[in-house]
């Protein structure tokens, strides 16, 4: 009896100490966990705050609703003020930020990225290490909106990585602090600075909703001086939208030269609205007049976060290799590849034969993808691995997801909603309204 009486009491503490594991988690510690993920002030606290997240236990549904509320903003002064980055490479970049006096933490504000242009001249000495008050003058008034005005130079230009990482920390520095309109947020620039906008659009377009080049030319990215990161690739404009503007007496970059890379960028399925300036010199004097056709544009255009189709084109997968919801993982000829038209050629304004828009010399990857409900359908060539990143809002996870590429099905099952995906690419993306549930690794057959 007194042994049967002890098992008794083993019994009894096991199924205790089992109720106590099989306890839900604390919402105490999930409120905590959360508090610390907001107050994350830059894209690697926000990764290590999402981890200590995952381990209280908290479910999907859970973390998607906060995730998907986001933060809460306090108020903050309007006005200018400057905010200084350190680059990937260690370069100091100066960064002026324009608040306007109207903000208000309870509504979503639009961001207007603006690139100045003469960005190849060097600093003055030792301008590098100091928050010198002189800035070159960039902004374009326009509709109220937070201004980002990044500053350049010839270490940093806009075509080159340093300054790219700058730009991209400087978007996710402002969104963690302002409430920022996630699927408004656009790039403008003139000369340099349009120039600029092509550079970012055939890179980094994903957390951009549209780009308007003025008085810019996409040409001076494949010319040697220039010294931009990596191979170029036209047909990735066709992911965003572009609105552009050239003055007819231009002696840089008049209308009759740029037309045809605007023809090259339609025949691609690119969105373009351009608005020749005849009469318009290397200015903006033609913006009195263009400024409602501007602001037509930005508001009739804001991002679609989960686009049903999408292209991309690199020439390598450590950097350069997303777009939205697919990711290039590795690059390598698949037996499966199949053409895919290249866009890369412009008949030149004095006639004569199509000639190439950009030199390469290195291999590239490419995947045309669309999404049709719960059926994917991919195209690839060049490319031997990647990753569709599903989001809840689009995919219905209750039924399978069917993927077809090169004309093979390689995958077809039904996803489960995974609560460390969702925190790992909504801490990279620090974006309310492109979050992910699951992301599919897929070789190419």
């Excluded at 049967?4 to 019994?11: N, P, R």
């Excluded at 510690?29 to 107050?39: G, T």
């Excluded at 220039?226 to 609105?243: E, I, K």
């Excluded at 059926?375 to 077809?404: E, H, K, W």
Aim: net charge positive; charged share 25%; with cysteine.
């Amino acid at each position: 009896m007194r042994r049967l009486g002890w098992v008794a009491l083993i019994a009894l503490a096991t199924c205790s100490l089992a109720a106590q594991s099989a306890a839900p988690p604390s919402a105490a510690a999930i409120d905590k966990a959360f508090e610390d993920y907001w107050k994350a002030g830059n894209l690697g606290d926000a990764d290590k705050a999402a981890q200590r997240l995952l381990k209280t236990g908290v479910d999907f549904d859970t973390a998607w609703s906060r995730v998907h509320d986001g933060r809460r903003y306090a108020p903050q002064k309007s006005g200018t003020q400057m905010m200084r980055l350190a680059s990937v490479d260690g370069t100091v970049m100066e960064n002026t930020v324009d608040i306007p006096r109207e903000y208000d933490p309870a509504t979503r504000w639009p961001v207007r990225v603006q690139l100045h242009g003469g960005v190849m001249r060097n600093l003055p000495e030792g301008d590098e290490q100091t928050l010198s008050p002189r800035r070159r003058i960039n902004r374009i008034e326009g509709e109220k909106a937070i201004y980002l005005q990044p500053r350049g130079f010839a270490g940093a230009a806009w075509w080159q990585f340093n300054q790219v990482d700058n730009i991209l920390t400087l978007i996710d520095r402002v969104k963690r602090r302002y409430n920022v309109d996630e699927n408004r947020v656009y790039v403008t620039g003139v000369s340099d600075g349009a120039t600029g906008a092509y550079f970012l659009a055939m890179k980094v377009p994903t957390p951009f909703s549209a780009f308007l080049p003025l008085n810019g030319n996409m040409r001076v990215l494949g010319t040697p001086g220039t010294s931009a990161d990596g191979q170029f690739y036209a047909g990735n404009f066709v992911n965003r939208p572009f609105f552009i503007i050239n003055g007819g007496q231009d002696p840089l970059y008049p209308v009759g030269a740029v037309t045809p890379h605007v023809v090259m960028m339609e025949r691609a399925g690119t969105p373009v609205e351009f608005r020749p300036q005849p009469a318009a010199g290397h200015d903006t004097s033609w913006w009195p007049n263009e400024r409602a056709n501007f602001e037509r544009f930005v508001g009739a255009h804001p991002r679609q976060p989960y686009p049903e189709r999408l292209t991309w084109e690199t020439e390598r997968a450590d950097r350069y290799n997303r777009i939205s919801w697919l990711v290039i993982d590795r690059l390598g000829n698949a037996p499966s590849d199949v053409p895919l038209d290249d866009v890369n050629r412009f008949a030149p304004p004095n006639g004569g034969p199509e000639q190439p828009m950009f030199a390469r010399n290195k291999a590239s990857g490419r995947v045309d993808v669309t999404r049709k409900g719960n059926t994917i359908t991919a195209r690839t060539r060049g490319v031997t691995q990647f990753t569709l990143l599903l989001s809840p809002d689009v995919i219905d996870f209750s039924q399978p997801v069917m993927v077809t590429v090169n004309d093979r099905p390689v995958f077809q099952s039904r996803l489960t909603k995974d609560v460390a995906t969702l925190m790992k690419w909504a801490a990279r993306d620090n974006d309310r309204t492109m979050l992910f549930g699951a992301e599919v690794s897929l070789q190419v057959p």
